[in-house]
């Protein structure tokens, strides 16, 4: 378990960093592809490998319900099952809790819920998440938390970071106990008010967990003032994680403001409606101005997509309902983000950035 930072920027708040974990080392800044349920839709493992994909995220409270734990231990953990080899963070599921399931019940002990697959009832504790996440062999993992909704009243805030604080000692006990290697990262809550997150860094880095993230629901327009003051906050020596973010255009900043990590649905979500990232900004390949297009996705782009197929092949698989438009579109958007990240990372090197 070991975090080092090998360049810092000059300019900013920007680091260059080294992760290692179990499965591999991450070169940090890195952008993270989402694969909910153990896979990033519609791209297979070779495919990410050849993007130089570094990490992908799957979600414990989907695994859990489907195919559930005791199969995925079973099949020797989650990067058997899925044959990806290279490192994988699971989140702790407590965001799906709270926006999936139609009825919780939090109590100090957790979380009651139902499965929004077919009304089971569960129940989601600090210490059933970290064993989750252990079974799932995870190499990094998040605890149990509340994320509050948008608008949330100062009280409530209060609330939900006190018991996410709790939740995160006892998660960070039983990890203690178990764990062989596998990471757990601790989430600042605090909503929208500054001194709530400054509240919750100083309560959660009292745990020294080895890496810690920024989590939260936070209207757009504030994500980089949130995510900035508090990365400020962190320990400089720790990886820094912001959840849910990857937009292009918050990626500069946020790297800017000394955050490692981020993980995204966009580039696969975008895809499945047409949509796709060029430097200029974000095209829509059901567009009729594609029709008979000759050109790639993005000039210049070297990714399997734009090097072998016009927009005018892919315009057609999409308006034909055809799944390679979907492969096509999210390799692209995929192969963007991790190499707008990588890029950046080689001008933190390289002093430009
Ligand atoms: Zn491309």
């Given at each position: 378990m070991k975090f080092e930072v090998i360049k810092k920027s000059s300019k900013s708040h920007a680091r260059a960093g080294k992760l290692y974990t179990n499965h591999g080392v991450i070169e940090t800044p890195v952008f993270?592809?989402?694969?909910?349920?153990?896979?990033?839709?519609?791209?297979?493992?070779?495919?990410?490998?050849?993007?130089?994909?570094?990490?992908?995220?799957?979600?414990?409270?989907?695994?859990?319900?489907?195919?559930?734990?005791?199969?995925?231990?079973?099949?020797?953990?989650?990067?058997?099952?899925?044959n990806w080899p290279k490192p994988i963070l699971t989140d702790s599921g407590g965001f799906q809790v709270f926006s999936l399931s139609k009825m919780r019940h939090i109590t100090e002990e957790g979380v009651i819920f139902r499965s929004h697959i077919n009304g089971d009832k569960h129940l989601f504790t600090p210490e059933s998440v970290v064993d989750l996440q252990l079974a799932f062999n995870s190499d990094i993992q998040m605890p149990l938390d509340i994320c509050s909704p948008y608008p949330c009243t100062k009280e409530d805030a209060i609330k939900d970071l006190d018991q996410t604080v709790r939740w995160a000692k006892r998660a960070k006990d039983e990890w203690e106990k178990r764990h062989t290697g596998q990471m757990l990262f601790g989430i600042v809550q605090g909503s929208y008010y500054k001194d709530l997150r400054e509240k919750a860094v100083e309560m959660m880095t009292e745990l020294d967990l080895p890496g810690y993230s920024i989590?939260?629901?936070?209207?757009?327009?504030?994500?980089?003032?949130?995510?900035?003051?508090?990365?400020?906050?962190?320990?400089?020596?720790?990886?820094?994680?912001?959840?849910?973010?990857?937009?292009?255009?918050?990626?500069?900043?946020?790297?800017?403001?000394?955050?490692?990590?981020?993980?995204?649905?966009?580039?696969?979500?975008?895809?499945?409606?047409?949509?796709?990232?060029?430097?200029?900004?974000?095209?829509?390949?059901?567009?009729?101005?594609?029709?008979?297009?000759?050109?790639?996705?993005?000039?210049?782009?070297?990714?399997?997509?734009?090097?072998?197929?016009?927009?005018?092949?892919?315009?057609?698989?999409?308006?034909?309902?055809?799944?390679?438009?979907?492969?096509?579109?999210?390799?692209?958007?995929?192969?963007?983000?991790?190499?707008?990240?990588q890029n950046i990372r080689e001008k933190i090197l390289s002093g430009e950035f």
């Open positions: 993270m592809p989402v694969g909910t349920q153990g896979t990033v839709k519609t791209l297979t493992p070779h495919m990410l490998h050849e993007i130089n994909v570094q990490i992908i995220l799957a979600n414990t409270y989907h695994l859990a319900l489907r195919p559930g734990k005791d199969l995925l231990k079973e099949k020797g953990g989650l990067h058997n099952f899925i989590g939260g629901m936070v209207p757009i327009g504030q994500i980089n003032e949130i995510s900035g003051f508090t990365a400020q906050l962190l320990p400089e020596n720790k990886p820094r994680y912001l959840m849910g973010v990857g937009l292009p255009e918050n990626l500069v900043q946020n790297i800017a403001d000394g955050l490692d990590m981020f993980d995204c649905v966009i580039p696969t979500r975008l895809a499945r409606h047409g949509q796709f990232f060029t430097k200029t900004g974000r095209g829509n390949i059901r567009k009729a101005e594609h029709r008979s297009n000759d050109e790639s996705l993005e000039k210049g782009c070297a990714c399997y997509a734009c090097k072998n197929f016009s927009k005018s092949y892919i315009h057609h698989l999409f308006k034909a309902n055809e799944i390679l438009a979907l492969t096509l579109l999210s390799y692209h958007n995929v192969y963007f983000l991790v190499n707008f990240v």
